[in-house]
């Protein structure tokens, strides 16, 4: 190990923190579930817990540190976004409603047309 680069020796003490993050969150999981019998709240800090603990140690490592970047960023990203005001919302909608409804009448009256036209003139069943 002292032969190694740095960088690898970095990759794999990251590796090890991110299965220890994962560790952490099936330890979680499983206190969850195994203190089935326990009030609610307890079951609820085992799980809780056991997410804190893998966010701190993935948070030492550098992907870790990647994926708090990248979501810091994405939060930014979506404040950026210019949100449709109520009106806007409602009007979206009722034209929706209007197309589908259009379209389900279409569609209903053609069913019926290629029924009339198969059934009725081309095999005369009714």
């Given at each position: 190990?002292?032969?190694?680069?740095?960088?690898?020796?970095?990759?794999?003490?990251?590796?090890?923190?991110?299965?220890?993050?994962?560790?952490?969150?099936?330890?979680?999981?499983?206190?969850?579930?195994?203190?089935?019998?326990?009030?609610?709240?307890?079951?609820?800090?085992?799980?809780?817990g056991?997410?804190?603990?893998?966010?701190?140690?993935?948070?030492?490592?550098?992907?870790?540190?990647?994926?708090?970047?990248?979501?810091?960023?994405?939060?930014?990203?979506?404040?950026?976004?210019?949100w449709?005001?109520?009106?806007?919302a409602?009007?979206?909608?009722?034209?929706?409603?209007?197309f589908?409804?259009?379209?389900?009448?279409?569609?209903?009256?053609?069913?019926?047309?290629?029924?009339?036209?198969?059934?009725?003139?081309?095999?005369?069943?009714?």
């Amino acid at each position: 190990m002292a032969n190694q680069p740095v960088e690898t020796v970095g990759a794999s003490s990251d590796k090890i923190k991110v299965a220890l993050a994962i560790c952490a969150v099936v330890a979680g999981v499983v206190g969850f579930y195994f203190l089935s019998g326990q009030p609610t709240i307890m079951r609820a800090g085992a799980l809780v817990g056991g997410l804190l603990v893998a966010i701190a140690i993935a948070y030492t490592s550098s992907q870790g540190r990647e994926f708090l970047g990248f979501a810091k960023e994405s939060v930014r990203e979506a404040k950026k976004v210019v949100w449709p005001s109520r009106k806007e919302a409602t009007q979206i909608t009722l034209v929706v409603f209007g197309f589908v409804l259009v379209m389900a009448i279409f569609l209903w009256g053609t069913d019926k047309i290629l029924e009339f036209v198969l059934y009725d003139l081309i095999l005369g069943w009714k």
